[in-house]
């Protein structure tokens, strides 16, 4: 709760300060950016951890994704390794990421909140409980794993939820 009521506050005056001109705006606008994509770590519920971002997410008003990854995995290291790129960041304006490594989950984490991540990427779509709503994109939509491919279809998805 404590992480939520920071991210809040850090998120408040990130807006507050964006929306001033120059490159000081500039600079926190990338850094609510930044602050938009969360790591859940390891240990106790998953399903409880995601629902305390999926709150946090619902505090700034951006809509929560639960992106599923690894660190072993290409795809997913192109997607972080991209996501400050223009037209990665038009594709995840409005939207708040949630990240959890799947090794460090058991299958039954993810079931318990109606996700299967046999693809990785996997990104999402979930309620304010933080339970898939039947929703997802996985990187088997954008062929190699370069902005001008992932982005569009990116934004389409996180458009339609």
């Given at each position: 709760m404590?992480?939520?009521?920071?991210?809040?506050?850090l998120?408040?005056?990130?807006?507050?300060?964006?929306?001033?001109?120059?490159?000081?705006?500039?600079?926190?606008?990338?850094?609510?950016?930044?602050?938009?994509?969360?790591?859940?770590?390891?240990?106790?519920?998953?399903?409880?951890?995601?629902?305390?971002?999926?709150g946090?997410?619902?505090?700034?008003?951006?809509?929560?994704?639960?992106?599923?990854?690894?660190?072993?995995c290409?795809?997913c290291?192109?997607?972080?390794?991209?996501?400050?790129?223009?037209?990665?960041?038009?594709?995840?304006?409005g939207?708040f990421?949630?990240?959890?490594?799947?090794?460090?989950?058991?299958?039954?984490?993810?079931?318990?909140?109606?996700?299967?991540?046999?693809?990785?990427?996997?990104?999402?779509?979930?309620?304010?409980?933080?339970?898939?709503?039947?929703?997802?994109?996985?990187?088997g939509?954008?062929?190699?794993?370069?902005p001008?491919?992932?982005?569009?279809?990116?934004?389409?998805?996180?458009?339609?939820?």
């Open positions: 404590r992480r939520a009521l920071l991210l809040l506050v998120l408040t005056a990130c807006n507050e300060r964006a929306s001033g001109s120059g490159p000081e705006g500039a600079a926190t606008s990338e850094a609510k950016a930044a602050e938009s994509w969360v790591v859940v770590p390891a240990g106790g519920s998953l399903g409880s951890k995601i629902e305390e971002q999926v946090a997410a619902k505090a700034v008003k951006l809509k929560p994704v639960v992106y599923v990854g690894a660190t072993w290409g795809p290291v192109a997607i972080k390794k991209t996501k400050g790129d223009s037209r990665m960041k038009e594709a995840f304006s939207v990421v949630i990240e959890v490594d799947m090794d460090q989950w058991k299958k039954e984490d993810f079931a318990a909140l109606g996700m299967n991540p046999t693809a990785i990427p996997v990104f999402y779509a979930v309620d304010d409980a933080g339970k898939a709503i039947g929703k997802r994109i996985d990187g939509a954008w062929g190699d794993n370069i001008e491919n992932m982005a569009p279809p990116l934004k389409r998805f996180f458009a339609g939820i």
